[in-house]
């Protein structure tokens, strides 16, 4: 199982980014996929999911109506869309995986995750 994560970058705040990550080594049928992240001095957060086998998508309430979690099975690609970013978004954020479904109170806790990617970092400042 291997994931990289990638599309970080520095943009105001109000503007938006796409993070990628490509995986391999599973399928996304078994494997529940989604994206953490981690800011300077606090614990790495759950951001958003895709649970498996249900597909059903998760969002953390902090990104609620402005981040938006997709893939391609095609293409062994999982996106994170992130409109109206704020200084509070910045952080590294990581894709992560595992095998089969998580109990809804931990699909976005970072300790029930097996496999990750390296960190991309995103940066919203003025």
């Known amino acids: 199982v291997q994931l990289q994560a990638s599309g970080g970058g520095l943009v105001k705040p109000g503007g938006s980014l796409r993070l990628s990550c490509a995986f391999s080594?599973?399928?996304?049928?078994?494997?529940?996929i989604g994206w953490f992240r981690q800011a300077p001095g606090k614990e790495r957060e759950g951001v958003s999911i895709?649970?498996?086998?249900?597909?059903?998508?998760r969002y953390a309430d902090s990104v609620k109506g402005r981040f938006t979690i997709s893939r391609d099975n095609t293409q062994s690609m999982v996106y994170l869309q992130m409109n109206d970013l704020k200084p509070e978004d910045t952080a590294v954020y990581y894709c992560?995986?595992?095998?089969?479904?998580?109990?809804?109170?931990?699909?976005?806790?970072?300790?029930?995750?097996?496999?990750w990617g390296q960190g991309t970092l995103v940066t919203v400042s003025s």
């Open positions: 895709i649970s498996r086998p249900d597909g059903i998508k």
């Open positions: 992560a995986t595992r095998k089969g479904r998580l109990i809804t109170s931990a699909q976005l806790t970072a300790a029930h995750y097996d496999y």
């Open positions: 080594g599973f399928t996304l049928d078994y494997y529940t």
